[in-house]
Structure formats: C-alpha cells, structure tokens
C-alpha cells in the first residue's frame, strides 16, 4: 500500500452501519402486530384452558328409590343430576336398571350398550332374562355381562345405601362380572 492510498482511508469517515426507514417500519409495524395478536389470542388461550384447570369435583350421590322396592329382577329407574360442565350447569335425566343380585347386594347397571352407545331395551321383554339392545342386537345377563356383539360388559353405578335409601353415585367399569 502506498502513501496516498493510506491517506485517502484516513481521510474518509467510518461508514456505520446504520437501519434504514424501510427497515425501522418494518420492526416496528411488526412487533406492533405481534403485540396485538398476542392480546387477542391470550383470552381465548385461557377461556379454553381454564375449565381444566379447575378442581375436579367429587361425584355426588343421588338418592333414587326405596331399598324395600328393590327386588331381584331390575328395574329401570330415572332420576336427575347436577352437572358442571366448564361454565355451562345442567341437569341431565339418566337412568340406571337397579337389583339385588344372587348374593342380596344391591347394583345398578347403566343402560348405555357398551358396542355404539344406544340405550338398552328393557330386562326380559324380548329375550328372557337378557337385556338387549335395539340398535344391533347385543345381549347382556343380569349382572351386564356381555353376551353377543358387545365387546364390554355393562358399565356399574357405584351405590350406597343409607337410611332405607339407595344412593347412585358415579359410574364405574362392572365389578360384578369377570
């Protein structure tokens, strides 16, 4: 390098690197937008998550019938609960079949078929001794064991008794069958 070049370098100012204006609008439209988004999908982030994130409840019983009306052929008995659902409250009607088994232990069975979710049809109207499902023709004894097409007995309500009273509480997978 010679002498006049090294002045020409000394002589020129430093050349910063500096943003541009299409640059600076770009940043700032950006995170403006970005700011917006983030206000308005936060809430909804919430909205959807929050009902998780409650205390589940523990399921309550619901007095049904007389322990004196039970007998050992079942008996389809309708009755109501309280639901919360997220924020939306409810009072859906079920029923249950409730009996006295072989050994005098009170059950009751649900009556949702446990093959596509229809409701069974009454104990021994069709079949003796069976329930069975109108939809496809699944069989059920008794005690929810399943017979034909369904691939699982019938579901069990967990139950208590007290003062007289028999008390369904949350439904549980069949303990009666094996």
């Not at 909804?44 to 589940?56: E, H, N």
């Not at 049904?64 to 039970?70: G, L, W």
């Not at 078929?113 to 104990?123: A, V």
Request: proline share 7%.
């Amino acid at each position: 390098m010679d002498h006049n070049q090294q002045q020409d370098t000394a002589h020129k100012p430093a050349k910063r690197k500096e943003m541009t204006r299409r640059q600076f609008l770009s940043y700032t439209l950006g995170g403006a937008g970005a700011f917006m988004a983030a206000g308005s999908i936060l809430p909804m982030i919430r909205f959807a998550v929050d009902p998780l994130l409650q205390p589940k409840q523990v399921g309550s019983f619901v007095k049904v019938i007389e322990e004196s009306k039970v007998t050992n052929q079942p008996q389809q008995v309708d009755f109501k609960i309280h639901q919360v659902d997220g924020w939306y409250e409810s009072d859906p009607k079920l029923q249950a079949w409730v009996t006295k088994g072989d050994d005098g232990v009170v059950y009751a069975l649900s009556p949702v078929c446990k093959h596509l979710g229809c409701t069974i049809g009454q104990f021994g109207k069709e079949i003796p001794n069976r329930f069975l499902c109108p939809c496809h023709g699944a069989q059920y004894d008794k005690n929810g064991k399943n017979l034909k097409v369904a691939p699982r007995p019938l579901d069990e309500y967990q139950v208590k008794l007290n003062n007289g009273w028999v008390y369904l509480g949350p439904l549980e997978p069949n303990t009666r069958v094996k």
